[in-house]
């Protein structure tokens, strides 16, 4: 009985102090330095259709940087659901990589962080200054006024892809080019177990994407002038119901929809269950699915009827990737050439052909490859008519946030419960009250 | 054992006690030191290593739970400005948005263990009841019942999560299409039925363990007892409630309390099934406080509903000890008491 005794006090105390041991950290301090001068880690994100698609495109160009300046660099191909969690980690260890690549909504959480080594002008001086980078690029690379935690190394935009045997099937002879006729057309083609658009409703930063575009699109932010959320006003509120509506009152999403978070929809599209997709550079995907690139075709997403102003016209964030250096980085000019390296006209054409994104650089955008059928929408529309998500330190918690009520919003849909102005309303309210006071 | 222990005892005694008047006894000294000393010395790794694996950590989180810390001072920690009890006046707030949240999530984790323990024990308790009589292939289903212990629990959560989906999930294709027990087909990983796909999952992990344990303590339960119950007349019935139930009680009091606290911690299944946002009708609390802190970025109010529940854990813990062992000291108290306490968990 005794030892029966002991061993549950034993396993007590393992359990309680395994629970709270979840919220550990550490210190960090200083700055870069040159120490070590002949070697760099770089953490990539993986960009491609594996971890391992990832090394083979870039190990070539790690070794041809190695050969130009004598610098060897580590790589290692970080999967973007583990990538902000490891940056997080670096940043309170200060054990981080020399370089590494961001998710380019997340520049300005991670710019408060003080962890990455800020852009001036002189450190963009070596990298060759920053009328290089094409606008909307450089405006999410941290909060406007301060300098860039960041610089643009791919750009992406969202545009809408449509299956055209499906859209011939319907009588369709051409793609939507405004909301009113996306669900019109959707309405043909949603029957039989076809249904017209597909969504990812549980996935928040997809959430959070087309969200703040129709929130642009009806005239509103989530975020104040000043940098506070604003998640309940009557733009960003008619926004997000009017992207749940597409399941809950137009039925042209199915379903089904509303638990998607891994691409699913892509497959769906690709199997020729949805018609259209709202996506940012599909094409490398859908080619792994199966599908030929002469199956599907691009056009610019959707904006309202009529004759929008400027920001009414707004149909995609400017989605990407970014390069930093962590500020700790021991090889400080290094991480530097490196940047520059990634970032020259050369690797940039060589870089985004192999993802199917475009390069932020004015000068490698002219090469034909972006200038094709699954390039040239992205390229019009990053250049005219993509805005950033807002460049604020609180932007990661907005994506959960906001994303987490849209999720819940889009179960509602798939339950069959309704979705009135009220609930959406209601739904962002609490999503707001969630964030940090300030 | 006894007869080890007490001869043991009693030959140390005399050692001791005669040691000083012996002409050996100065020699002895230092073997003395040393056999005390020694095993301090031989436990001495094992406390570093807990200091520094869960003391120090548990420290610097309970440090945490009082600072500010949000991606402004996440770099270094240390200095973040002091809130005082800021985070946890918020964690417990029950009227405003966060402290409404962790009452919800609090809730949903109490039903949600209540059940899951509850049901791991009883289909744990039966299946070893069941395989106490050799049969023919006894082995092998004792086998099979402990596969899903066995499993990897990222490699079985997400199978799972596959066969719960809406549109090609397994279930939905047994319970709708073959067996046409739903109108249309339900949705199980979002909504409110997603805390039905927790449980399950949950139940089906977590009762192998409750089998093998109990497998373990009914070993330990003579024969004899059984034949003499039988002899004057016990039913089956009456000889699992009268001589194996009580005889597991010391078993099951851990087994309980191990399952208690597992399930109420469990963050890979819903982590697994949900991702890093649980619907909310599944939102545990483990979960609840990840999000807090690492999805939010928000490590102080993180911290401070890490410290929250471990109070909580250690209140039901002690009082859960407390209770049972009261119960194990006074065997012959009356029954119907011991009963209901046991019921109750």
Request: with cysteine; proline share 5%; net charge neutral.
């Amino acid at each position: 009985m005794r030892s029966i005794r002991a061993a549950a006090v034993g396993a007590v105390t393992m359990s309680l102090a395994l629970a709270a041991t979840a919220c550990g950290g550490g210190s960090s301090s200083g700055g870069g330095s040159n120490d070590s001068p002949k070697e760099l880690t770089y953490w990539a994100s993986n960009q491609g259709a594996s971890v391992e698609v990832d090394k083979k495109v870039l190990q070539p160009e790690l070794d041809k940087f190695e050969k130009e300046t004598g610098i060897k660099v580590k790589l290692e191909v970080v999967p973007w659901s583990d990538l902000l969690n490891r940056i997080l980690t670096a940043t309170t260890s200060g054990q981080g990589p020399d370089v590494l690549n961001i998710g380019n909504t997340w520049s300005a959480s991670l710019q408060a962080t003080g962890a990455l080594m800020p852009w001036d002008a002189k450190n963009f001086e070596k990298i060759g200054g920053k009328d290089r980078f094409v606008d909307s690029a450089l405006g999410s690379t941290g909060v406007e006024g301060q300098d860039p935690a960041a610089v643009p190394l791919y750009s992406m935009a969202y545009a809408l892809y449509y299956n055209k045997q499906m859209f011939a099937d319907a009588g369709i002879t051409k793609p939507p080019a405004t909301w009113d006729d996306l669900v019109a057309t959707g309405k043909k083609i949603s029957k039989d177990g076809k249904w017209g658009l597909g969504a990812e409703g549980s996935n928040l930063s997809n959430n959070i994407h087309q969200v703040f575009v129709l929130a642009k699109q009806h005239g509103a932010d989530f975020f104040t002038a000043d940098g506070k959320p604003d998640f309940t006003s009557d733009g960003a509120v008619a926004a997000v119901k009017q992207y749940v509506d597409l399941m809950a009152e137009d039925k042209v999403v199915a379903p089904g929809n509303a638990e998607y978070a891994q691409n699913q929809s892509l497959s769906d599209f690709a199997k020729g269950k949805t018609a259209m997709v709202l996506w940012q550079t599909a094409s490398a995907t859908f080619k792994t699915m199966g599908m030929k690139d002469d199956e599907w075709g691009v056009a610019p997403a959707p904006v309202p009827s009529g004759a929008p102003g400027a920001d009414r016209a707004t149909n995609s964030m400017v989605a990407g990737i970014n390069m930093a250096v962590f500020k700790n980085s021991d090889n400080i000019d290094g991480a530097t050439e490196f940047v520059k390296f990634m970032t020259g006209d050369a690797e940039q054409k060589l870089l985004n052909k192999a993802y199917g994104s475009i390069p932020p650089v004015k000068a490698a955008q002219s090469d034909p490859a972006f200038n094709t059928q699954a390039t040239a929408v992205l390229r019009e529309t990053l250049a005219t008519s993509a805005a950033a998500l807002p460049q604020v330190p609180d932007e990661s918690q907005f994506e959960t946030a906001v994303g987490t009520a849209v999720k819940e919003l889009f179960a509602d849909a798939a339950n069959g419960r309704e979705v009135t102005t009220e609930s959406v309303k209601e739904k962002l309210a609490k999503a707001q009250q969630q964030m940090p006071n300030k | 054992m006894t007869t080890t222990t007490a001869s043991a005892q009693p030959g140390e005694r005399t050692v001791g006690k005669s040691s000083p008047g012996t002409v050996r006894g100065p020699r002895r000294r230092p073997g003395r030191i040393r056999r005390i000393g020694l095993p301090y010395l031989l436990l001495l790794p094992a406390l570093l290593l807990e200091l520094l694996v869960h003391l120090v950590p548990m420290v610097i989180g309970i440090v945490m739970s009082f600072k500010e810390l949000t991606q402004f001072y996440i770099r270094d920690w240390t200095t973040a400005p002091w809130t005082g009890l800021d985070n946890f006046t918020m964690s417990v707030d029950f009227d405003a948005p966060v402290g409404e949240a962790l009452l919800h999530s609090f809730l949903v984790t109490c039903a949600f263990t209540i059940l899951s323990v509850g049901l791991c024990w009883l289909i744990g308790t039966a299946a070893a009841i069941c395989m106490q009589d050799a049969f023919r292939g006894r082995g092998l289903l004792r086998a099979i019942f402990l596969v899903p212990y066995a499993l990897p629990v990222y490699a079985a959560v997400i199978t799972w999560a596959f066969m719960f989906q809406h549109d090609n999930g397994l279930v939905n294709h047994v319970l709708h299409d073959q067996l046409g027990l739903t109108d249309k087909p339900s949705f199980w990983l979002i909504g409110d039925n997603s805390f039905v796909a927790l449980l399950v999952v949950s139940v089906w992990k977590g009762w192998p363990f409750a089998f093998l344990i109990v497998m373990a303590g009914l070993q330990n339960i003579p024969k004899e007892l059984y034949e003499a119950a039988a002899l004057d007349g016990a039913g089956v019935w009456q000889q699992i409630r009268r001589i194996t139930l009580p005889s597991l009680r010391p078993v099951n009091q851990v087994l309980v309390l191990v399952l208690f606290l597992w399930t109420f911690n469990d963050f890979n299944t819903p982590f697994v099934l949900f991702g890093k946002a649980a619907p909310e009708a599944a939102d545990l609390i483990s979960i609840h406080i990840y999000q807090s802190s690492f999805v939010t970025w928000n490590f102080g109010a993180g911290s401070a509903m890490s410290v929250l529940l471990l109070l909580f854990l250690l209140l039901v813990t002690g009082v859960y000890l407390f209770v049972t062992s009261r119960a194990t000291r006074t065997p012959r108290a009356p029954r119907k008491p011991q009963e209901r306490k046991t019921a109750d968990v």
